[in-house]
């Protein structure tokens, strides 16, 4: 196996004594190549040099990235198995701390069923991991209580890719083309602190003269460099897309033959988007009409343009709604399926693409397939052995399932890569349940604030202990090396799962020896499935730069360009949307007058275990904020840096004053990475997409109070 | 040395990669050199990175009594030698750019050495290396020479900003700045 790769020509330094291990990045979507630095003699970690010749992020890495190896020999990490007695946690070994867990699940599941265990999964781990944990739900536990933390995430983009284009992958276009493209259309995405390494792909193109409009409430550092900033008060994306369209369509900018040929519902969505003339699009959403109509002329004429979004538009309660109308601007231009256009989200988790295609959605089953679908669960049976009755039935989404455990349906939980004590909305709710529970098992590096809840932890290896593969957000299936073996008595979660399988008498259907033997079955298990990783191999990743799924032959070179002839759905053709603006959940009142949103800053990693613990990332941005524009402040006679206290229907926080005229005047920003008191969380809104199960993260009404 | 480095400040996205990479070269204890500033936070969320000009004839090795800040063939203004440094900090107030740091546990000055182990290879510095947005970049002087011509393009399009002073004189050919 060859650890190391570089084309040929490229310098990197080496360091007498030194092994470079190539592999990416262990947190974000863009999972930006990077070498690490190991000595040869102690096998020690010595630290990162970058990979020039990885096609997509060209040696390029945020703080984040560069800092990434300190997780690995990190003092915080977790050494041993942790089983909480008389309420703290004691060190015991993997055969105690196993044994109680078997009892547990068999006692647990004996008095109340196979669905008092469930399972919470995460996306920042390989596709073999992502897959084998469906698989351990289904199989080992036999439960139908599974889902994960991308519906915190992705989900409301995968459901509206779903309706609109009948597949799910992130970006329709590999990102190598962007520097090609003519105009950028930005919902919802601070790019530059979220995603850093592909601004450089902006610049490219703006350098040539491309254009970029960017959505968003606060003039982040992407909106800073927008030809038109579109500044709408948070929730009102799908109004404002609504009135793109309108101009789109009114302005002659139709590419009439594309949508008459491929495309469905465009005399629907044409009625539809009547009544969002700019005027009206802008007395909801706040934005200036004559900076729409700029907008959508400078998107209208561009021959390439590419609509991207994130977090932003899709963690409301109108997600999906949102997601279908954007994508609807790129297929009304006739741009998918095209050179350098097309439609993509911003991947946040490292594997958020691969992770959520393989059966950790309570509704789905490998390679994207459904589990309402009987011919999809007698396949899925088949590869692994079981009987398609034994298939458990779908189960509830993330948030869904901690209303199970209050009603008392689920008992225990398995929390895998994940800190829903941090990333859930309403997080009280969440901490309640957690105490509720009869017992919390948590696979985690480092004691994060949900294994603070939990009866057993189980120390997991980090990224660079193992290897597999991911998915980034292009779709483009890559390589993670094992940079050294696991440290102290850490397990990897493919092991762990397959240990506890095994104690449950169900070892048979977990017979690992190394990661490629799950990916060896996982690629039969995707075959013939929408998202089809059957012909890709190890061999190939490393050989191609990474293989575009769908893949669905060894022969087959893989799909960088999705959809050049038709669409995912049963007829081939993009359905386009007729939906019209909601309020969001929860709107502004008398009590609570202002709108809170909240989003990242570039130092820290969705929940921040790993990156509340790096000391140059946690000295960046120790404490979360309250971000304002200077004349909200001044109406509760506030200046920067004081304390005041916000407040929601459902909680409340302290939090410092951050002052800046780079955001909305009626707004209230709070980065959400820490946890407890720190947490803004409490205060964010539970209200679910109909569709996707997203909760509204981005948007709800808060007061706020001077201390 | 065959390379330009080459700074475009409006880029900068603030993200302080720079400064984490900077800590990873292997000469550099783990202290970051460099700068990324906010412009001003209350009015915009522009930042920009600042380091080590490597000046033709530098402020920081004239004043320097111990005479411990070398200058390589190419060029390149090395952070003081450990043994020389007497920390007498007459650096850190010569330098017209406020780069050098100044360590007061050890006593001795820091600064930027443009990761001369990395560079003398034509291996681009850390900094440089990953900077997401190409706000700083290490590139062939013909590549340096096309993005300056590119802005006089642009200049003539847009009109030429008021200029900054004449500090740039200080700087050296394997070094590009662009300012307008
Ligand atoms: S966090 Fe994302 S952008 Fe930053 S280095 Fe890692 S993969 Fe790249
Ligand atoms: S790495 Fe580049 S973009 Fe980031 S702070 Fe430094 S100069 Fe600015």
New interface residues.
């Given amino acids: 196996m060859t650890e190391f790769l570089a084309k040929p020509g490229v310098?990197?330094?080496h360091?007498k004594g030194e092994k470079l291990i190539t592999t990416h990045c262990s947190y974000c979507g863009m999972q930006c190549g990077m070498h690490i630095r190991v000595s040869e003699r102690t096998g020690e970690i010595k630290?990162?040099e970058?990979r020039?010749d990885w096609p997509v992020t060209l040696?390029?890495?945020?703080?984040k990235?560069?800092?990434a190896y300190q997780q690995i020999d990190h003092p915080d990490r977790i050494k041993r198995p942790l089983i909480k007695k008389k309420g703290k946690f004691v060190e015991s070994s993997w055969e105690e701390a196993l044994s109680l867990i078997e009892r547990k699940f068999t006692e647990i599941q004996g008095k109340h069923g196979k669905d008092a265990l469930s399972v919470f999964g995460g996306v920042s781990m390989t596709n073999e991991k992502c897959y084998l944990v469906g698989k351990y739900a289904r199989v080992a536990l036999g439960t139908r209580f599974i889902d994960y933390n991308g519906r915190f995430c992705m989900s409301s983009a995968a459901g509206g890719f779903m309706k609109t284009f009948g597949l799910d992958r992130g970006s329709t276009l590999p990102w190598t083309e962007l520097e090609h493209s003519d105009c950028f259309l930005m919902a919802g995405s601070n790019t530059?602190?979220c995603h850093?390494?592909?601004?450089?792909m902006f610049?490219?193109a703006r350098?040539k003269g491309a254009k970029m409009i960017v959505i968003d409430p606060r003039?982040?550092?992407?909106a800073?460099i927008a030809d038109v900033h579109l500044d709408l008060k948070p929730g009102t994306d799908s109004a404002l897309a609504n009135g793109l369209l309108h101009l789109i369509i009114k302005e002659g900018y139709v590419d009439q033959e594309y949508v008459d040929e491929r495309c469905n519902n465009f005399e629907e969505l044409k009625a539809s988007v009547e009544e969002f003339t700019p005027e009206h699009t802008a007395s909801i959403t706040g934005v200036a009409p004559e900076k729409i109509i700029k907008a959508a002329h400078i998107y209208g004429r561009s021959p390439r343009s590419v609509v991207m979004f994130a977090r932003g538009a899709e963690q409301q309660s109108k997600g999906v709604d949102n997601v279908t109308l954007y994508s609807s601007l790129a297929l009304l231009r006739g741009q998918i399926g095209k050179f350098a256009s097309g439609v993509a989200t911003f991947t946040g988790q490292g594997n958020g693409q691969g992770g959520r295609e393989h059966g950790q959605k309570s509704d789905l089953l490998p390679g994207y397939r459904k589990l309402t679908d009987p011919e999809a669960v007698k396949y899925i049976s088949k590869v692994w052995g079981i009987a398609p009755e034994e298939m458990p039935k779908p189960g509830v989404s993330a948030y869904e399932m901690f209303d199970e455990i209050h009603n008392g349906t689920i008992k225990a939980m398995h929390v895998i890569c994940s800190n829903p004590a941090v990333s859930s909305p309403n997080v009280e709710y969440i901490w309640e349940g957690f105490k509720k529970l009869d017992f919390l098992v948590v696979n985690d590096f480092f004691l994060s604030e949900t294994a603070e809840f939990a009866d057993v932890v189980l120390p997991t290896t980090t990224w660079a202990e193992d290897e597999g593969t991911t998915t980034n957000l292009e779709g483009r299936v890559i390589r993670i090396r094992k940079a050294i073996e696991p440290l102290h008595e850490s397990k990897t979660d493919w092991q762990i799962l397959s240990e506890i399988a095994a104690r449950l008498g169900r070892g048979k259907y977990f017979p690992y020896k190394n990661p490629r033997e799950i990916f060896e079955e996982f690629r039969i298990a995707t075959k013939g499935g929408k998202a089809d990783y059957s012909g890709i191999t190890y061999e190939r990743i490393d050989k191609e730069d990474g293989v575009f799924w769908p893949c669905p032959s060894e022969d087959h070179p893989g799909t960088p360009t999705m959809f050049k002839e038709s669409f995912g759905t049963p007829d081939g053709k993009a359905n386009l949307p007729a939906v019209g603006w909601e309020e969001p959940g929860e709107v502004p009142t008398k009590e609570f007058p202002l709108r809170l949103t909240t989003g990242r800053v570039?130092?820290h990693y969705l929940s921040g275990n790993q990156t509340r613990r790096i000391d140059?990332?946690k000295d960046?941005c120790p404490e979360p904020y309250a971000e304002m524009h200077?004349e909200l402040a001044s109406q509760y006679n506030m200046s920067?840096g004081e304390m005041i206290r916000l407040s929601t229907p459902r909680s409340t926080m302290e939090l410092e004053v951050?002052?800046?005229?780079?955001t909305r005047k009626d707004i209230v920003f709070v980065p959400y990475h820490w946890g407890k008191e720190l947490s803004v969380n409490k205060l964010t809104n539970p209200s679910l997409d109909p569709v996707s199960r997203m909760p509204e993260f981005k948007v709800c009404s808060v007061k706020i109070e001077k201390l | 040395m065959n390379k330009i480095m080459y700074l475009e400040f409006e880029r900068c996205i603030g993200c302080r990669a720079c400064q984490a990479a900077c800590r990873e070269c292997g000469d550099h204890d783990a202290k970051e050199r460099n700068y990324v500033e906010h412009v001003d936070f209350m009015e915009s969320r522009q930042t920009f990175p600042m380091m080590c000009m490597q000046c033709k004839d530098p402020a920081c090795a004239r004043v320097c009594p111990a005479n411990a800040i070398q200058i390589t063939e190419e060029g390149v203004v090395l952070s003081a030698s450990e043994e020389k440094c007497i920390g007498c900090r007459n650096c850190t107030f010569g330098c017209p750019f406020g780069i050098p740091k100044f360590d007061f546990e050890a006593n001795k000055m820091y600064k930027c050495d443009m990761c001369y182990d990395r560079s003398k290879h034509d291996i681009a510095p850390m900094c440089a290396s990953v900077c997401p947005s190409d706000a700083i970049r290490f590139i062939d002087f013909d590549e340096m020479q096309s993005l300056r011509r590119r802005r006089t393009q642009l200049n003539l399009v847009e009109g030429k900003k008021p200029t900054e002073q004449d500090k740039w004189k200080y700087v050296p050919e394997f070094f590009g700045v662009y300012s307008d």
């Fill in positions: 310098k990197n330094l360091n630290g990162v970058p020039y040696g390029k890495l945020c703080p990235g560069v800092t530059a602190e850093p390494t592909s601004i450089q610049w490219k350098d003039e982040t550092p992407t800073r570039v130092f140059f990332l960046q200077p920067d951050k002052l800046t005229k780079a």
